[in-house]
C-alpha cells in the first residue's frame, strides 16, 4: 500500500517525462542509447587515465574524478527512469526515494566544486606556467578534491535532512522522473517555508559560489591568452579552456533555471526538460568533451588500444 492510515507514505509513483503511449519505445531506445554512452565514455576516460602514467597530472586527476562522478549519478538516475517507459507504474520506496534524493544531491553538489577546482587549475596552468608544479603539487589537489567530495556531502545532508522533515499524506505521485527536491515539495503536505528558504540559501551557495569564482578565474585566463604572443599557444589554451566553459554553462545555467526561479514560475514540464540537461546530457557530453578535443587522451586511447591489440 502506498498509503498506511492515509496519512504516511511508503512508497511514491514516478510519472516520467510522458504519458503519450507512441512516445514510450522512441524516448526509451534513445535514453537508452545516451545512458550506454555516458557510461562507456566515462568508464574509458578513468581507465585511460589510471593506464596511462603521462596522465597522472593534476588536469587529468579532476578530470577522472569529474568522469567518476558522473558517471555515478547518471546511474542513480537514468536506469531508475528507464524503468517508466517499460512499467505501467514505475514505483519506488520513501526509503529508495531518499536514497536517490541524497545521492543525486552529492554527486551533483560536488561536481559543482570539482568543475570549480578545474577551473583553478587551468587558471595557474595558463597564468602562471612557471609555477604550475609548484602550486599544484599533488597534495593541494588531494584537499581540493576533498573539499569538493565534503561540500557535496554537506549539502546533500542538509537538503536530505530538511525533505526527512516532510509529511506526504495527500498523495504518492510525483512529477517527475526522479526524485528531485522541488517535486517532493509540492507533494508535501506540511508547511515547506522552511525548506524554499533552505534550497535558496544552500542551492544558491553551491551554484552562485562556484560560479563567481569560475568566471573570475577564466576572465583572468582571457587576459592571459590575449597576452601571449604565439599563436600556436594561444590556440592550445583556447580550446584546452572552451571544453571546459561549455561544460560549466550547460551544467550551471540548467541547475539555476531549475532551483533559484520563483517556485511559481515556469510548468513542472519546462522543470524536466532542464533537469534532463545536468541529470543525462551534460554526463554524457563531458568524457566526448575532453577526449575528442584532446591530444593526450587521444594518443592514450591509441596506445591503449595498441597494447590490447599485440
Not at 27 to 49: E, Q
Not at 122 to 133: E, G, K
Not at 184 to 204: A, H, K, M
Request: proline content about 4%.
Amino acid at each position: 500500500m502506498a498509503l498506511v492510515n492515509g496519512s504516511v507514505v511508503t512508497e511514491f509513483i514516478l510519472l516520467g517525462l510522458s504519458d503519450q503511449p507512441e512516445l514510450q519505445v522512441p524516448l526509451f531506445l534513445l535514453f537508452l542509447l545516451m545512458y550506454i554512452i555516458t557510461a562507456l565514455g566515462n568508464l574509458a576516460l578513468i581507465i585511460l587515465i589510471l593506464l596511462n602514467s603521462h596522465l597522472h597530472t593534476p588536469m587529468y586527476f579532476f578530470l577522472f574524478n569529474l568522469s567518476f562522478v558522473d558517471f555515478c549519478y547518471s546511474s542513480v538516475i537514468t536506469p531508475k527512469m528507464l524503468m517508466n517507459f517499460v512499467v505501467m507504474k514505475n514505483l519506488i520506496s520513501y526509503v529508495g526515494c531518499m536514497t536517490q534524493f541524497f545521492l543525486f544531491c552529492f554527486c551533483v553538489n560536488s561536481e559543482c566544486y570539482i568543475l570549480t577546482s578545474m577551473a583553478y587549475d587551468r587558471y595557474v596552468a595558463v597564468c602562471n606556467p612557471l609555477l604550475y608544479n609548484i602550486v599544484m603539487s599533488p597534495k593541494t589537489c588531494s584537499y581540493l578534491m576533498l573539499g569538493s567530495y565534503l561540500m557535496g556531502f554537506s549539502s546533500a545532508m542538509i537538503h536530505t535532512g530538511c525533505v526527512l522533515r516532510l509529511e506526504f499524506c495527500d498523495g504518492n505521485t510525483i512529477n517527475h522522473y526522479f526524485c528531485d527536491l522541488l517535486p517532493l515539495l509540492q507533494l508535501s503536505c506540511t508547511s515547506t517555508y522552511v525548506n524554499e528558504i533552505e534550497v535558496l540559501i544552500v542551492t544558491g551557495k553551491d551554484i552562485i559560489v562556484p560560479t563567481v569564482i569560475i568566471f573570475i578565474s577564466y576572465g583572468f585566463i582571457l587576459s592571459s591568452i590575449f597576452q601571449m604572443k604565439s599563436t600556436e599557444g594561444m590556440s592550445k589554451a583556447f580550446s584546452t579552456c572552451s571544453s571546459h566553459l561549455i561544460a560549466v554553462s550547460l551544467f550551471f545555467g540548467s541547475g539555476a533555471f531549475m532551483y533559484l526561479k520563483p517556485h511559481s514560475a515556469g510548468t513542472m514540464n519546462s522543470g524536466k526538460a532542464s533537469s534532463i540537461i545536468y541529470t543525462i546530457l551534460i554526463p554524457m557530453m563531458n568524457p566526448l568533451i575532453y577526449s575528442l578535443r584532446n591530444k593526450d587522451v587521444n594518443i592514450a586511447l591509441k596506445k591503449t588500444l595498441r597494447k590490447k591489440i599485440l
